[in-house]
Each structure stands twice: as structure tokens, then as C-alpha cells.
């Protein structure tokens, strides 16, 4: 299994950039995928999932009316579109598949900046 995260990197606030997670090694329509983040000195959050079909979606309050998670099943690709940023975005952006308990699989994480 092999998730690499790319998009990061550094706006102004209300700017907006999207972020990809490109999926390998598995059947990547069978799962949902999920973004995280980890913001320095604070845990990883969870920020949004996506069913497996694409047809569901779920956000954490802080990003719910700003960011957009989709899928393309074709291109075995999870994007996060991220609108109207804010410095406290501000951290590494992780995406996680998790099939079970101890089968458990993160990305290596795409710095987002939010900065003036």
C-alpha cells in the first residue's frame, strides 16, 4: 500500500489550494479514505473522509463551507479542495486509508502554510 500526499504549500490567507492523494497497492474503490492534519505541538485531527463510491462525505467543524473532499476511483486519487484558508489551517496535511485495527496506512504528509 503506498499513499503519497503532493499540493502543499504556502498562501495568504483566504487563498485557497487543493491537495491530492494518489492510492496504490490496493482496490482503491472498496475503501474510504480519509485527510488528517497535524498542526505543530497539537494531535492529528481528522478533516474530512470520503466513501468509497464518493457518494458520502463527512467534515470536521472547523473546515465544514471551506474545504471539499472528492474522489476519482479512475485515477485512484482523493483531492482536497481548500477554500478561504486560514492561518490556523496551517499544518502537515496527511491521507489515511485504515482497513481494520492493525491495518493501518498514512501518507508521508504535504505541508500547508497559511501565512501573510
Known amino acids: 500500500v503506498q499513499l503519497v500526499e503532493s499540493g502543499g504549500g504556502l498562501v495568504q490567507p483566504g487563498g485557497s489550494l487543493r491537495l491530492s492523494c494518489v492510492a496504490s497497492?490496493?482496490?482503491?474503490?472498496?475503501?474510504?479514505i480519509n485527510w488528517y492534519r497535524q498542526a505543530p505541538g497539537k494531535e492529528r485531527e481528522l478533516v474530512a473522509l470520503?466513501?468509497?463510491?464518493?457518494?458520502?462525505?463527512n467534515y470536521a467543524d472547523s473546515v465544514k463551507g471551506r474545504f471539499t473532499i472528492s474522489r476519482d476511483n479512475a485515477k485512484n486519487t482523493v483531492y482536497l479542495q481548500m477554500n478561504s484558508l486560514k492561518p490556523e489551517d496551517t499544518a502537515i496535511y496527511y491521507c489515511?486509508?485504515?482497513?481494520?485495527?492493525?491495518?493501518?496506512?498514512w501518507g508521508q504528509g504535504t505541508q500547508v502554510t497559511v501565512s501573510s
Open positions: 489515511r486509508l485504515r482497513r481494520s485495527l492493525y491495518d493501518d496506512y
Open positions: 470520503i466513501n468509497s463510491p464518493g457518494s458520502s462525505t
Open positions: 497497492g490496493f482496490t482503491f474503490t472498496n475503501y474510504v
